[in-house]
C-alpha cells in the first residue's frame, strides 16, 4: 500500500466520516470509499462499522489505525531529522581537544554552540596533540583544537588563535618571586622546581639555556591538573598558558607573567585539507573562527 493510503486511513478515523474526511485532505469521497475497501481486503477483515453516521473501528481497525498514524509520524520524523542533518541543526559533533583546552573550551565555545543548536550530540575525545591528528588523519574526528607546539604536515589545514602568554603558578606562602611586580623574568626561574607540560618542555629548556642555567624541571607530564596540585602544595611552580589559570582558580594561588616572547602558546584549530566536513562541523568551525581567530 502507498503511505499516502495510510495518511488518508488516518484521516478517515480522525475525522469520523467519509465526508468530512474527504473535506479536509481534498480527496474525493468515492476514492477514499474504494481506499478503504482495498485496505480490507488486503487484510482480509473489516476494519470500520457500517451504518451509523460516525465510523467505528473494528478491533482489527484499532491496530491498523495505531500502526498506520505510527507510519505516518516515522516519515514526518525522517523528513525533519534529515532537514536538521543538512541544516546543521542535528547530527554529531565529532571533536578532539588536549585536556589544556578542554574546560575553557567547554565555558565558551561549546556551551555557545549548544544553546544554538540544542538536537547536536557530541563526540569528544580528550588527548594529546600527537593522538588528535592522528584522529584527524584517519577520520575519527573532523575537528582538532591543539595547542602549539606541535609537528605537523601540510595535509593539515591550520588557523591559530592570538598568543597566549606562559604564566608561573606559585603557593602564595612560597618565597621564590619576592615582591609586587606582576611578572618575572626567565633569570628568576632559576632555582625554581618547574612542572610543565611535557609539550612546553623544549621551548621552556631553551629560554632556560639561553638565560644561562638549566631549568630545575621538578615534574613533566601530560595534565596541567597535576602541575597545579605541586603548585598547591609549595612543592613547584606550575608553568601553564595564562588563558588555563580560570581552570584552577584557588586562594592559595598566585601567578605571575614570565617576560620572554618566546615563552608562549596559541590555540589552533586544525582540520584536514580538502576533506569533507559535515554541516554540523562546518556550522562549528564557522563559529571558532568568529569567537577566537
Given at each position: ?8 486511513f ?6 469520523g ?32 462499522k ?18 498506520a498514524?505510527?507510519l ?16 546543521g ?18 565555558e ?8 544554538d543548536n540544542p ?20 577520520g ?39 615582591g609586587k611586580?606582576k ?17 612546553f ?18 615534574c613533566i ?18 608553568i601553564m ?26 590555540r589552533?584549530i ?24
Amino acid at each position: 500500500m502507498d503511505l499516502q493510503h495510510y495518511r488518508n486511513f488516518v484521516s478517515i478515523v480522525e475525522e469520523g466520516s467519509l465526508t468530512a474526511a474527504s473535506k479536509k485532505i481534498h480527496v474525493a469521497q468515492p476514492a477514499l470509499s474504494n481506499q478503504l475497501k482495498a485496505f480490507e481486503k488486503e487484510f482480509g477483515t473489516q476494519l470500520m462499522k457500517r451504518g451509523s453516521r460516525k465510523l467505528e473501528l473494528t478491533d482489527a481497525g484499532q491496530i491498523l489505525y495505531k500502526k498506520a498514524k505510527h507510519l505516518c509520524e516515522l516519515e514526518s520524523s525522517a523528513y525533519k531529522e534529515v532537514a536538521d542533518c543538512v541544516s546543521g541543526a542535528a547530527g554529531t559533533l565529532r571533536l578532539g581537544l588536549t585536556p589544556s583546552n578542554a574546560a575553557t573550551f567547554f565555558e565558551g565555545l561549546l556551551l555557545n554552540f549548544h544553546r544554538d543548536n540544542p538536537d547536536i550530540r557530541y563526540e569528544l575525545h580528550e588527548t594529546v596533540s600527537n593522538e588528535i591528528i592522528d584522529l584527524l588523519q584517519n577520520g575519527v574526528i573532523e575537528i582538532g583544537i591543539v595547542r602549539t607546539p606541535f609537528q605537523i604536515s601540510n595535509q593539515f589545514e591550520v588557523l591559530q588563535t592570538k598568543e597566549d602568554p606562559m604564566v608561573a603558578v606559585y603557593n602564595k606562602d612560597c618565597g621564590w618571586f619576592k615582591g609586587k611586580s606582576k611578572s618575572v623574568s626567565v633569570a628568576q626561574l632559576e632555582d625554581v622546581p618547574l612542572c610543565i607540560i611535557r609539550r612546553f618542555e623544549p621551548m621552556v629548556s631553551e629560554a632556560c639555556f639561553k638565560a644561562g642555567f638549566a631549568p630545575h624541571l621538578m615534574c613533566i607530564n601530560t595534565q596541567l591538573i597535576t602541575n597545579m596540585m605541586w603548585a598547591k602544595k609549595s612543592i613547584g611552580a606550575a608553568i601553564m598558558p595564562l588563558s588555563s589559570l580560570k581552570d584552577f582558580e584557588n586562594d592559595r594561588l598566585n601567578y605571575k607573567l614570565i617576560e620572554d616572547t618566546s615563552l608562549c602558546t596559541r590555540r589552533a584549530i586544525v582540520t584536514v585539507k580538502d576533506r569533507y566536513l559535515s554541516v554540523v562541523a562546518q556550522n562549528f568551525l564557522n563559529l571558532c573562527k568568529k569567537q577566537m581567530i
